[in-house]
């Protein structure tokens, strides 16, 4: 059997189209290190219905492996990473914040 890995839930938010994060006091987040890390398979299944439930507020709720570290968590697929960093065409959305151009 495979060990459950970190992970938190993830999603595009509904009007805006940005990648959200689910915090631990069930809040949507733009920003990774706010997410909640779910290291239990059983709570993550469980706190990925509740966002998959908000059909008003996010669409395509997933789990995204994390690992952990002193900044909170970050992305183990460059999938993620990309998805956190927000389009690279041009400076805009979060890439409009110096920390991120």
Known sequence: MRRFTPKVVTA???LEGDVIYL???DRWSRRLEEAEVIEDEAIGQLRLLDAQRQVDRVV?????????SA???QPVHFR????R????NYAHGKQE???NV
Request: hydrophobic residues 40%.
């Open 80 to 83: 993620e990473d990309f998805r």
């Open 60 to 68: 395509g709720a997933y789990l995204a492996d994390v690992t952990a």
């Open 23 to 25: 915090t631990a006091d």
């Open 12 to 14: 595009n938010a509904l």
């Open 97 to 99: 914040g110096a920390a």
């Open 71 to 73: 900044d909170g968590p």
């Open 85 to 88: 960093k927000g389009p690279s």
